[in-house]
């Protein structure tokens, strides 16, 4: 598994501010967040990505996964062929797509105009040779949909796991997603990238009402079991990445960073011991 960072909260950093925060930490490579304000930005991503691939290898790492805009879900827009293009040419082989909601036409209408999309975005990742990731996320009150396995699977089946991915979140799974061996089953066939946070969901007052939040905390001090979650990676020999996700949103960057190197820390501790308990067992 190659362990790389989510740049979304590395806000200000240059690329060369990103390779040493990568390099500080100790991480591989980036899942770099391409969205505007960034060093690369969606509208510039064939002249940005590329320098940026180039200038990451110089360094020793890589950029496995570029990370789009929430809203990049239609892939008949001039943007979509661009990103798609730029990637092939960066040698970035997974794009994270942004998130599709229910509409007022109801669940299953909005399964079947995503599913449209998705394959729209299926013959793009094929014609570049790369792949299309779709991340499970909860979605707080409103939801995605691709809250969790189950719903995910409903917009991906049948299309070709070679050019349509799974990035897999256990953390949002732990608020709206199935028992982690059921919900890593479900997704096995298409599973292509891992996500690493910790949540703890808590009441809070605002405007003088109690309201529902999630919190991102340490990884390993949440609601995530982070053991079973590591333990079925490697039952099923998951080789891809694995995105340190870093959504603190309440630190400056500085201690971000910090904050990651811990978390990075405490995953590959996990993965040393669950070898070490494989090979007690065998």
Same mark, same amino acid.
């Given at each position: 598994?190659? &362990?790389?960072?989510?740049?979304?909260?590395?806000?200000?950093?240059?690329?060369?501010?990103?390779?040493?925060?990568?390099?500080?930490?100790?991480?591989?490579?980036?899942?770099?967040?391409?969205?505007?304000?960034?060093?690369?930005?969606?509208?510039?991503?064939?002249?940005?990505?590329?320098?940026?691939?180039?200038?990451? $290898?110089?360094?020793?790492?890589?950029?496995?996964?570029?990370?789009?805009?929430?809203?990049?879900?239609?892939?008949?827009?001039?943007?979509?062929?661009?990103?798609?293009?730029?990637?092939? $040419?960066?040698?970035?082989?997974?794009?994270?797509?942004?998130?599709?909601?229910?509409?007022?036409?109801?669940?299953?209408?909005?399964?079947?105009?995503?599913?449209?999309?998705?394959? *729209?975005?299926?013959?793009?990742?094929?014609?570049?040779?790369?792949?299309?990731?779709?991340?499970?996320?909860?979605? *707080?009150?409103?939801?995605?949909?691709?809250?969790?396995?189950?719903?995910?699977?409903?917009?991906?089946?049948?299309?070709?796991?070679?050019?349509?991915?799974?990035?897999?979140?256990?953390?949002?799974?732990?608020?709206?997603?199935?028992? &982690?061996?059921?919900?890593?089953?479900?997704?096995?066939?298409?599973?292509?990238?891992?996500?690493?946070?910790?949540?703890?969901?808590?009441?809070?007052?605002?405007?003088?009402?109690?309201?529902? $939040?999630?919190?991102?905390?340490?990884?390993?001090?949440?609601?995530?079991?982070?053991?079973?979650?590591?333990?079925?990676?490697?039952?099923?020999?998951?080789?891809?990445?694995?995105?340190i996700h870093a959504e603190y949103n309440e630190l400056d960057v500085d201690d971000i960073v910090d904050q990651v190197k811990m978390d990075i820390r405490f995953f590959r501790k996990l993965v040393t011991e669950t070898q070490s308990q494989s090979k007690v067992n065998k």
């Open positions: 598994m190659e &362990l790389i960072v989510f740049t979304k909260h590395f806000t200000g950093r240059s690329i060369e501010g990103l390779i040493k925060d990568i390099k500080y930490v100790g991480a591989e490579g980036a899942d770099l967040c391409v969205r505007p304000g960034y060093p690369v930005e969606p509208d510039t991503i064939l002249e940005t990505l590329p320098s940026a691939a180039k200038r990451f $290898q110089e360094a020793g790492l890589s950029i496995p996964i570029i990370t789009t805009p929430g809203d990049f879900i239609d892939p008949e827009k001039p943007i979509a062929e661009k990103v798609f293009g730029a990637c092939a $040419q960066a040698g970035v082989g997974l794009i994270k797509l942004g998130y599709w909601m229910m509409g007022d036409e109801g669940y299953w209408k909005s399964v079947e105009n995503a599913r449209r999309d998705l394959e *729209g975005f299926s013959r793009l990742a094929k014609k570049y040779g790369v792949k299309a990731c779709i991340h499970n996320h909860c979605g *707080g009150d409103i939801g995605t949909m691709s809250l969790n396995s189950c719903s995910v699977m409903n917009l991906v089946k049948g299309l070709d796991p070679k050019y349509t991915g799974i990035f897999i979140d256990p953390a949002h799974l732990s608020i709206s997603g199935e028992p &982690l061996p059921m919900a890593f089953d479900i997704v096995k066939e298409y599973l292509s990238i891992v996500a690493v946070k910790d949540f703890v969901r808590e009441q809070v007052i605002k405007d003088g009402k109690r309201r529902w $939040q999630l919190r991102v905390i340490p990884v390993g001090t949440g609601y995530v079991d982070w053991p079973t979650a590591v333990k079925l990676l490697m039952e099923m020999k998951f080789n891809g990445p694995v995105s």
